[in-house]
């Protein structure tokens, strides 16, 4: 810890030093800081959208867990928040499995994972958006689908590639760097004690 003693005859910057003294604990401060890096989180998120979003929705899976980012904090702590399903997964990695519950759908145990099929209608989507629309199960060379049928209801045109399961790798490149939440939080630090100097 480094303590700092100023002597100075000046009682403007006594005071000044005062006021820094209780404001850099202040609540607000730490409010500062807690939405400068939620900033920084939800401009990286927007960034991964513009390089990897491919699919055919307006709005991809980067681009919702954007939307999804909370700034929060308490006591002394900042926080940031992405309550986006599926952003945990990308980041640790991990293994899915069908959960076993019953479809909405078929009103049967859900023993296979639906995967979209990149490129298609079904990007950004689950089987249940699809309701009403009369998929059908498809067998392909080395996987089913669920299809939709098309022309003279013969051909099915795959949506969902119907997999026993997904294992994923943990890509830390989902979240912003340590130093860039760091940068954000100096930059919102700095900019807190300019306003003090110069009268908020």
């Not at 997964?89 to 994972?113: D, F």
């Not at 998929?135 to 939709?148: A, I, N, T, V």
């Amino acid at each position: 810890m480094l303590d700092l003693i100023v002597n100075t005859d000046s009682g403007e910057l006594a005071e000044l030093l005062a006021r820094l003294s209780g404001e850099v604990k202040s609540k607000d401060l730490i409010e500062d800081v807690s939405e400068a890096a939620a900033d920084a989180t939800r401009e990286h998120l927007r960034g991964l959208s513009a390089k990897r979003h491919r699919g055919v929705t307006a709005k991809s899976f980067y681009l919702r867990a954007a939307d999804s980012v909370v700034a929060d904090y308490s006591g002394d702590d900042a926080r940031v928040e992405i309550p986006h399903t599926g952003l945990a997964l990308r980041y640790y990695g991990g293994r899915v499995e069908p959960s076993g519950k019953v479809s909405l759908i078929t009103g049967k145990p859900i023993r296979h994972l639906a995967i979209p099929r990149k490129g298609s209608e079904a990007e950004g989507k689950t089987p249940y958006d699809f309701k009403g629309q009369d998929l059908e199960l498809g067998f392909g060379k080395k996987s089913l689908y669920l299809g939709k049928p098309e022309g003279d209801g013969k051909k099915l045109t795959p949506l969902f590639w119907l997999v026993e399961k997904s294992d994923h790798e943990a890509d830390k490149s989902v979240l912003p760097s340590d130093d860039t939440l760091a940068d954000a939080a100096e930059a919102a630090i700095d900019e807190h004690i300019q306003e003090i100097i110069h009268g908020r």
